[in-house]
């Protein structure tokens, strides 16, 4: 373990490929990797970069990953998959276009699934992130596609999330929900030499300004067209100028200490699940009370809150809110 | 509670709709009513309906409900929305199309998002599955775009799935993963009129038959097209011959079973979870774990083993073989 964490500090590529694979395999030796890591992994950059299926997002990371080498840094770059067996392929084909980067020992590209890890993929991708960081990448970018609650959780772990959007498309202002706001520290227009982009921009903007009303940070609009790296410099300008923002307002150090509350909680139910998951795996209480539960002789909560209680030394029973205060 | 669980036994709608908007809030009082209504909830058939967007899923089950309330029988219809901030709009529209059962007293129609509860969506689809069945209804239809892995989870708590597929449209054989194979118990090839269906109708029929060798369920290809209703009866058909199976072989029971295990585990892990995240919003262990962790005086994850060693009576220390069982 000594010997790899020493390949993850200096680069190795191949070392920091199967660090990340232990990761994604849920491998218990991890936790060991991981703990060795830290220390090193807190001054990387890390910016997500989430929009709709179809907004251009890779050609966009892309762009930026050119920008980024041309100012002499490293690039990390982490494409999330949600995986889904209906349109995996069409991912893949778009993350096909980033290889241009692949030869460049400045840049780190890797995919991520899904797989098995339901709820735990912003775990996962921040842990990704965290090795990345270890092996010395200035900038990590978190690309993934903005469907379904989990994927938005994922942008919780970047210090500057960028939404990308489109004309047409769907998205429409009347489609860009709350909760994208949110998350949007920068917002990159996208495809903005197609029609209609101008008139977004300003829709987009106006809806900006209505959401901010005095705040201390408001994300601004950025025009940007990928076939030929228009407004590409600016977005990483607006990027920068974000950072600084978090970084003098003293967000970041708050960000990352929620981050870090946030990634001891998940970890612990994480422990907590597997240790559940191998219970029900065998006979034991768990497959009792399962039994129990099937024929009728007891309720499920009664029975969950039970086993909880049997677990906890002390202290579940007063949390234990559940039933209004009573025992079951 | 005793008031509104009679309420729900008798189907009134207003109550049942209160019921699964507890549900959905994690209202605290939901393990209550959900202990009151299990031993009313499993004689309803319970029919999942996944695949990608477009592929016709809403209209379906719009058909399937027309055949069923034909026969006299009862209908709920779940349908679970992503809730993706980008795509929202584009699922409602759909499910519009749906309302004009919404009149009739036989059929119980709801969405249901995401939102917060994540990795929990399983769960709960299954909680109100459960509420819809307490009520009198005879089929629970759960419709749901088969994007991500957490989406293809809820279909676990079908006891038959139903897999919509469509021609062109990038659901080539090529794009169908193992997972699909995995979870299909019938496939719904709609859009059976357009060009390219009667190739892909073979096509699948032959990966069917490839990966079924000796199976004892084989899953069979009906081709539907929704704007008439033809092969909707058929489609039924093979649903019902699917339930007849899992009921003579003993595999309803198996999943049943399977699935009171399932349920357990994940609302002992929900219940430790929730209870996590409420340590973690006060001054207290956690919060002081991660000002140490943040200050570089211990580690992630030798806390995070810590605080559960604190938490756990006995049993746990066992199971950690996460640090190879060395102490940390």
Chains 1, 2 share one sequence.
């Not at 339901?118 to 092996?135: C, F, K, N, R």
């Not at 600084?244 to 139910?269: A, F, H, M, N, P």
Request: net charge neutral.
């Amino acid at each position: 373990m000594e010997e790899m964490l020493k390949k993850v500090f200096s680069g190795d590529r191949r070392t920091v490929a199967r660090a990340i694979t232990m990761v994604e395999n849920k491998d218990p030796r991890r936790y060991r990797l991981l703990t060795g890591l830290r220390p090193q992994g807190s001054k990387a950059l890390i910016i997500g970069i989430t929009g709709s299926p179809g907004a251009g997002k890779s050609a966009l990371v892309d762009r930026l990953t050119t920008e980024y080498r041309r100012k002499g840094l490293t690039v990390g770059i982490i494409a999330v998959d949600p995986s889904s067996p209906f349109t995996g392929g069409a991912l893949l084909g778009d993350r096909i276009r980033m290889q241009q980067h692949a030869t460049d020992p400045g840049v780190f590209i890797r995919s991520m699934g899904t797989r098995g890890s339901l709820g735990g993929l912003a775990l996962a991708t921040g842990e990704v992130a965290q090795i990345l960081a270890a092996s010395g990448k200035d900038i990590i970018l978190i690309e993934t596609v903005g469907v379904g609650q989990s994927e938005m959780e994922i942008m919780k772990i970047a210090d500057t999330t960028v939404v990308v959007l489109t004309p047409g498309a769907g998205d429409s202002i009347q489609t860009i929900k709350a909760g994208i706001m949110e998350i949007a520290d920068v917002f990159a227009l996208n495809k903005a030499d197609l029609p209609g982009a101008r008139r977004m921009a300003r829709e987009v903007r106006a809806m900006v300004e209505t959401n901010c009303h005095g705040a201390p940070w408001c994300p601004p609009v950025v025009e940007t067209v990928t076939i030929n790296g228009q407004g590409v410099s600016e977005l990483a300008q607006a990027i920068e100028k974000h950072c600084q923002y978090l970084s003098e307002s003293g967000k970041l150090e708050e960000k990352r200490r929620q981050r870090v509350l946030d990634e001891l909680s998940g970890t612990i139910v994480s422990l907590f699940g597997e240790w559940v998951e191998q219970q029900g795996l065998q006979q034991g209480p768990l497959r009792n009370a399962a039994r129990r539960i099937a024929a009728g002789q007891v309720d499920l909560y009664g029975a969950a809150v039970a086993v909880l209680q049997g677990i906890f030394a002390g202290g579940f029973k007063e949390e234990v809110y559940y039933f209004g205060g009573q025992d079951v």
